[in-house]
């Protein structure tokens, strides 16, 4: 009798994320389960978007924007052109097809649906077979203290380009939140063999998942492997303001201070082969191969060194 | 001390209505409120959709699809293709560049504008000098009891392209509408000259505008011309169902048959040339010229006439 195939979990916010969970799509279809952020999630002339969600859906559909990683390919911008006329706010792109996304799940959510049925009746229309979780069905707000006042993730990431230094970064709305069940039901899956925390932001993409009460308990509580790979290559983050951050936090900007952040959470930790010299002082496993994805075989290529990561330390995964 | 000038009021529904009102702008400018029907707005994907607004709005912009006469000329459609591969609904065409405008107008409703000031600022940002005034700011909507049941109005115009044969036309939710401020002071306004019913469908697009109770009456108690455009050129309609519809409810194609719906409310009717040999017959005032609207000249110079028809029956009408 065969065994029944594993199961993975990944965890991802947005452009770094939504690459290697296309990896791992590749590799593992249905037997993937990707808990994505929402905490950059909020309501823009009465549409509710949902950016993370949104990369996750168009990279694994193979409609995304490849130069910039998140939006659709081919996008028009007409509804841009014509809210400009009419005075609307220019500041947050809506890309004409990205709008059927937008008014569509916010028709649903009207409509009573939760944030992961909808998010399942999106990737079932685009063909998606690894499931795309949102990490919860509640508002859970990751919302900024900074230099210039308390901004939300939009107005930080998108209108002020992430310039304001960061003082404090905080979740509203996090103890209303739960877990919903298909992560709960992800989380206790016998096959889950290893839990992937993917190369996004741990402050700003991966931070609001586990502020959802209960999650990293339930995480530790799997009991298989949870791997994290590095957003940190050679003191930069390939995307976004990881690095900026770490530095405004008080942190060095490399993966030993990403180690340090995941410490108690983590069995072990990729980094990019231009940080191989740090491996030896690492206090946990490493693996040290190529991170940075451009082509489908490098996102592909990461993901098989995830698992197989997972696989060499399972048994002591196991153990804890 | 000269005479402040004259203002004019028009009564519209979509195209025809619009062509006309375009035409009327352009002698009048700020002098012209048009009286626009708003009886077949409706609810589509959580967008609150004015399609007679529309159409006024961009055709008096000089944004309209000339060849349609309604939407927004040099439109893309990217959000129509994402949405039918998302498997919204496809009966029911939104352009992207139009989008803007039913995102903007349902954000400012739900933030509890009036139709009328949305309506007003749109006008504004599209720099139209003349009023377009929604007949009434309260839900009053077209429902159609026809040989295939009941239909709201886009269901039986657009989804069942005016297929089904009527039986009766009701306005639900009529009782509680009321005319406007901004519609009552311009049929109050002292300079008011004229009342011109555009060559809209009577039944679909005008009636729902007199069903606004107090309305009618108060068309007649400004005691100033009424003159209507008659939709139905040798026995057609230049676009729409009035033709068949007519027919169903009983009645010949003709302007004899638009002058004896409008009887008792209008005091001169325009018609076509092509239709000269029924003038000697009519029962009221007839004005005989061009009505078919192609370029813009043809709306000008069918916008003189009406004015210059008001301007003969001034007299005869104030004394009713």
């Known amino acids: 009798m065969s065994q029944a195939p594993n199961t993975y979990l990944a965890l991802s916010g947005g452009v770094g994320g939504a690459k290697l969970s296309l990896g791992l799509a590749h590799v593992l279809g249905d037997r993937l389960s990707i808990i994505v952020n929402t905490g950059d999630d909020f309501e823009h002339l009465g549409l509710y978007i949902a950016p993370d969600l949104d990369t996750a859906l168009y990279t694994l559909a193979d409609r995304v924007n490849a130069a910039t990683g998140w939006g659709r390919s081919g996008e028009t911008w007409s509804f841009m052109r014509a809210l400009a006329e009419l005075g609307g706010p220019g500041w947050f792109q809506l890309g004409d097809g990205d709008l059927a996304t937008h008014v569509l799940r916010t028709e649903r959510l009207r409509q009573g649906a939760s944030l992961t049925a ?46 304001p230094r960061l003082r404090q970064i905080r ?13 709960s039901e992800a989380l206790a899956d016998r096959r889950l063999a290893g839990i992937i925390i993917c190369p996004s932001n741990p402050w700003l993409s991966v931070d609001p998942i586990l502020a959802v009460p209960g999650l990293k308990q339930a995480l530790r509580a799997a009991r298989v492997p949870i791997v994290a790979v590095s957003p940190i290559i050679a ?15 008080g942190m060095a900007a490399d993966s030993r201070s990403i180690a340090g952040y995941y410490a108690g959470l983590i069995d072990g930790l990729i980094i990019d082969v231009e940080d191989a010299a740090l491996a030896p002082d690492m206090p946990l496993p490493v693996r040290v191969t190529k991170t940075l994805m451009h082509a489908r075989d490098d996102k592909i290529a990461l993901a098989r060194a995830c698992l197989s990561f997972c696989a060499e330390l399972g048994p002591a995964a196991s153990a804890r």
């Open 118 to 163: 909808v998010s399942a009746e999106l990737a079932r229309r685009l063909s998606i077979a690894a499931h795309i979780l949102p990490m919860c069905d509640e508002p859970l707000r990751t919302v900024l203290e900074s230099d210039v006042g308390t901004l939300s993730f939009q107005e930080y990431f998108v209108r002020e380009r992430c310039r």
């Open 171 to 183: 979740f509203d709305g996090a103890a209303q939140a739960k877990p919903t069940r298909q992560v």
């Open 235 to 249: 003191g930069q983050a390939v995307k976004g303001p990881a690095a900026k951050i770490m530095a405004e936090l």
